[in-house]
């Protein structure tokens, strides 16, 4: 069985900072493609960035400049640093990770989702 385990996250005031990471856990041949998608109220669930193995990466318009993805491979870990927090940046930010399992077949992982909240 395979799990995205989130942890990071809270509330913060404008400017300010927060980090989150996800760990994907179980059996396991590789992890692919990782990223960061958010949702907020009444909105569409929305990529934040992504990043492969190979560490290039994409990221929302919206983010670019404030916001850093990166990985470790050999923790499964994908990491999301956040710098000059919006109030528009709170959302439930969801991991996600393309995940080979070792029979052979790529599935898509969600982790559970933690809170973001920038608000003074």
């Known amino acids: 069985q395979v799990q995205l385990v989130e942890s990071g996250g809270g509330s913060v005031q404008p400017g300010g900072s927060l980090s989150l990471s996800c760990a994907a856990s179980g059996s396991i041949f590789s992890v692919d493609l990782m990223g960061w998608y958010r949702q907020a109220p009444g909105k569409y669930r929305e990529l934040v960035a992504d990043i492969t193995t190979g560490g290039s990466t994409t990221y929302a318009d919206s983010v670019k400049g404030r916001f850093t993805i990166s990985r470790d491979n050999a923790k499964n870990t ?43």
Do not use: F, H
């Open 78 to 120: 994908v990491y999301l640093q956040m710098n000059r927090l919006k109030p528009e940046d709170t959302a439930v930010y969801y991991c996600n990770a393309d995940i080979t399992l070792p029979e052979g077949n790529e599935y898509d992982y969600w982790g559970q989702g933690t809170q973001v909240t920038v608000s003074s």
